[in-house]
């Protein structure tokens, strides 16, 4: 972490980004106060770093621009979510991400139990949104609506289905899948799809990224080509939304696959904890046993038993309904009803 901080924060901004100690989020005025530089080079000092995914710089709901100091991890999606040629700094980089990432899992592996004991409390990071049609048939994928769960008349769900949730914003913005890239870098390409602008911001965020040259600024109707190709390569429509709390307005979608993904059960290397509203349900009289349900779980939530049927674990499936979208005898229905999954790394000892 410190080498990556180094190497992201020259010693002429050090001061400057310390000046978020105490204070992560901070207006211009604030600012003046807390560094005592000029306006003119707090502005260029901030818009250094930005680009450099240190700082976030955007107006409030009442217009006034604020300064906020960004966690390391926005710092590698930045990063990884443009172009990058691979040249000698951006290949140091990669590394240095990949070793802190070896060390997080390593802390995690040598206090396993501990550490999948606290998931059980995690608050979800991120909210599944589902694929809701077959690819094969082009049939709505059957929903159950689960009657064994009271929900409250007057709960107001966030949008399960990705092309209102896009409906919903003016300003969007794509760049590419910041793990895809990262796993190019480091010699391991994603098998699921080729590394195309897949990962998108909106409102806010998007304004900021596409600013700061992470990502473009895309149409509502280019959006969803991106996401429909994203579906039909078996990935999961993840979103994430403002602070971690699913109950604000969504700040980001990633399109993830089980290859690349830090939170998938494959490529984990910390617990984590998903929303979801559905849970797949696999009819065994259709089911053939071809395992493309398996092949491309997400998850790995789903194996074929001895009868050579899909079975899929409850506690893993996070209902992102590629399964369902995939299956060629449309086998496999969504039950619908809200769902924390806990995510935990595979145990390597």
Known sequence: MLDILKFSISEDDADFVLAFKKKISQTMEQLKESTGLSEEDILDKADRLAKRGVIFNQPNRHGIMVYRLLPIARQFEYTFMKQLEKTE????????????????????????????????????????????????????????VDKELEVP???????????????????I??????????????????????LIPTCFTLGK?????????????VSKEEALEILKKCE??????????????????????CNCCSDCCLTARKGAIFPVANATNYLAQIDQDLC???????????????????????????DLCIGCGVCAHLCPENAISLIEGKRIVQIPPIRKN
Do not use: W
Request: proline letters at 3%.
């Open 89 to 144: 700094d951006n290949l140091k980089m990669s590394d240095l991400f990949h070793k802190f990432n070896e060390e997080i899992s390593d802390f995690v592996q040598a206090n396993y139990d501990k550490m999948i004991s606290m998931t059980k409390t995690m608050p979800p990071i991120d909210r599944t949104v589902p694929i809701l049609d077959n690819k094969v048939s082009g049939d709505i994928i059957n929903i159950i």
């Open 153 to 171: 008349t007057e709960q107001i769900l966030p949008s399960q289905d990705i092309e209102k949730l896009i409906e919903n914003y003016d300003d």
């Open 173 to 194: 913005a794509v760049g590419l899948c910041y793990c895809r890239q990262h796993k190019e870098f480091l010699g391991e390409p994603c098998k699921h799809i080729e």
């Open 205 to 217: 965020s998007a304004r900021h990224t596409s600013t700061h040259g992470f990502s473009k600024l």
């Open 232 to 253: 039909d390569a078996g990935l999961v429509h993840k979103a994430y939304h403002l602070h971690g709390d699913i109950n604000k307005e969504e700040v980001a979608i």
């Open 288 to 314: 053939i046993g071809c395992g493309t349900c398996v092949d491309n779980c997400y998850n790995m939530a789903i194996e074929l038993n001895d009868e050579n049927k899909a079975e899929r674990d409850e």
